[in-house]
């Protein structure tokens, strides 16, 4: 079945270091990644979508990576700052209707 | 611009009640869906539509119910409500015209099953 891995649950990074999180999935093979904040108690809200001709995608201090051969997507956020603190989800789409999540990864940037 | 409106934003329902979750989107969509969101777990698809009409299974369907009437409305029926169905429901929409945009959330019902 599909299924979607996001690295580890929670990442904690020193104020004006990169962070870097993972999403890998398995047996599908699609054609764009989106990657969605979430902040606590809130819905989640789109960052980035990347397809899959597409190696890197940049959007300010965020920087997207898509391997389709290593069926993985690493999410850059560079210069970070304790306002990028959030739950940050991957959501890899075949061009069917569904859209489904990895489970997310806790980001919390500490001054 | 309203966007994705939810109602209610809480509820408490005792075990073996039912009750419909509100979903309504202005911005004319052709997809919406529903999801669960179980406290510091991820989201889980409970049901999707791509048009008035035409509804779909997710990935934890058991015990919800949808129905697509209109482009602008996508209720979930709860019918006897169970602890297990405690969670926050948050509901999205796409366009999906042009391939695969972003998908726009509401901001969450919170519903406790005692």
């Known amino acids: 079945s599909q299924k979607i891995e996001q690295n580890s649950e929670a990442l904690n990074i020193q104020e004006g270091k990169t962070a870097t999180l993972t999403c890998n999935y398995t047996n599908y093979s699609p054609a764009y990644l989106q990657w969605y904040r979430q902040d606590p108690g809130r819905g989640p809200v789109f960052l980035l979508l990347?397809?899959?001709?597409?190696k890197e995608k940049r959007k300010e201090r965020l920087k997207v990576t898509f391997d389709t051969t290593l069926k993985q997507s690493l999410f850059h956020i560079t210069a970070s700052q304790p306002a990028d603190s959030a739950t940050y989800l991957c959501?890899?789409?075949?061009?069917?209707?569904?859209?489904?999540f990895g489970t997310g990864t806790r980001l919390t940037i500490i001054p | 611009n309203a966007g994705v409106t939810q109602t209610p934003k809480f509820r408490i329902l005792k075990i073996g009640q039912s009750m419909t979750l509100q979903c309504t989107q202005d911005?004319?969509?052709?997809?919406m869906y529903w999801y669960r969101q179980d406290p510091g777990m991820g989201l889980k698809l409970i049901y999707y539509?791509?048009?008035?009409?035409?509804?779909d299974k997710g990935e934890v369907p058991n015990g919800y119910n949808v129905s697509r009437s209109t482009t602008e409305d996508f209720p979930l029926r709860l019918e006897l409500a169970a602890p297990s169905q405690t969670s926050v429901y948050f509901c999205?929409?796409?366009?999906?015209?042009?391939?695969?945009?972003?998908?726009?959330f509401g901001q969450g019902t919170r519903l406790t099953v005692v």
């Open positions: 911005m004319n969509h052709n997809y």
């Open positions: 539509s791509v048009g008035a009409g035409i509804t």
């Open positions: 990347i397809r899959e001709n597409e």
């Open positions: 959501a890899p789409l075949t061009g069917n209707e569904k859209l489904t």
């Open positions: 999205a929409s796409s366009s999906r015209q042009k391939l695969n945009t972003e998908a726009f």
